[in-house]
């Protein structure tokens, strides 16, 4: 069975960092490109960023471009948001989701995990 | 990017009525994807590439479209298909989804 699980988010004030872990479990990770998804208080999806299976190609949104790193580690099966300069507007429920192996929709996704920015 | 406009926003739908959900995009997309979120879940992928249903995905549902117009029917109505769908597309980067349709049972 395939588990996502996310961790790291909480209450933290503008313009500080954090950083999201997703532990991936029941697929061969390294076979697969991740993705972070975020969905503010009552609003819809947005995609954040992606990162291949090798870490070879990685994309952002324009919105965190330059504050927001994407990373991964194949050998704990884990992936990564790194988060600077966060601002208000980042609150949100953060997924960890899988893409399918042409990467072109997500076919497996985290419980998510909350992003306050508040001071 | 490309922007996907879903209609309606919300509708509401009695046991055993047909819906349909629109999704248009602002240029066009070889491909569309559907979820569904049902209220304090995690959103699951319902239809890929346009027409085929999810693992599990029950078969009233369907897919169609092309270019710029895309659907999701569900040809009758049943208490548990109450949720939010959202359309996704990544046939540009970055990948962008529509601003979702609660479906509602009346």
């Known amino acids: 069975e395939v588990q996502l699980v996310e961790s790291g988010g909480g209450l933290v004030q503008p313009g500080r960092s954090l950083k999201l872990s997703c532990v991936a479990s029941g697929f061969t990770f390294s076979n697969y490109g991740m993705n972070w998804i975020r969905q503010a208080p009552g609003k819809g999806l947005e995609w954040v960023a992606y990162i291949s299976s090798g870490s070879s190609y990685i994309y952002y949104a324009e919105t965190v471009k330059g504050r927001f790193t994407i990373s991964r580690d194949n050998a704990k099966n884990t992936l990564y948001l790194q988060m600077t300069s966060l601002r208000s507007e980042d609150t949100a429920l953060y997924y960890c989701?899988?893409?399918?192996?042409?990467?072109?929709?997500?076919?497996?996704w985290g419980q998510g995990v909350m992003v306050t920015v508040s001071s | 990017e490309i922007v996907l406009t879903q209609s309606p926003t919300t509708i509401a739908a009695s046991p055993g009525e047909k819906v349909t959900i629109t999704c248009r995009a602002s240029?066009?997309?070889?491909?569309m994807y559907w979820y569904q979120q049902k209220s304090g879940a995690s959103p699951k992928l319902w239809i890929y590439?346009?027409?085929k249903l999810a693992s599990g995905v029950p078969n009233r549902f369907s897919g169609s479209g092309s270019g710029t117009s895309y659907s999701l029917t569900i040809n009758t109505m049943e208490t548990e298909d109450a949720a939010t769908y959202y359309c996704?597309?990544?046939?540009?980067?970055?990948?962008?989804f529509g601003a979702g349709t609660k479906l509602e049972l009346k």
């Open positions: 590439d346009t027409s």
């Open positions: 240029s066009s997309v070889s491909y």
């Open positions: 989701a899988r893409s399918d192996y042409d990467g072109f929709y997500f076919d497996y």
């Open positions: 996704q597309q990544w046939s540009s980067t970055p990948p962008t």
